[in-house]
């Protein structure tokens, strides 16, 4: 049993420096990786700020019109409810005064009949 240990010792011995050697090539390499993911980050972090900037001039163009818009959409409202007043307003009016626009309205009828009953009378008596 010994002997075993001691063989195993001296391969152990002489495979540690090898298999360290082999840790820092995977080292190495992983290292190169993480170097080069890091500088396409950076890269990728430079597209998106120009690529932010232009999106913000973009906005910055679209501020008077949305302005405009803004102003028009605002003046279209006014006019709704003074338009909104008014019609009720107007149906307001009518509904108290409905019995005296249907007492002049029917008179104005029978004074038109009237007059066509006696223009009718006249021409008959010709």
Known sequence: MDELLRALQG???QLLPFLGVVV????ILVLR???LLLADVGQTVLKV???MDKVNSSLDEFKA???TLSRLSHSIDLVHTATESAVKGA???VSENFEWIKDTALSAVNKVK???AQQKGETENE
């Open 91 to 93: 149906v307001r009016v």
């Open 49 to 51: 700020n120009t690529a």
């Open 65 to 67: 019109p949305l302005s």
């Open 11 to 13: 391969v152990s011995v």
């Open 114 to 116: 009237t007059k066509k």
């Open 24 to 27: 820092l090539i995977f080292l």
């Open 33 to 35: 990786r993480v170097y």
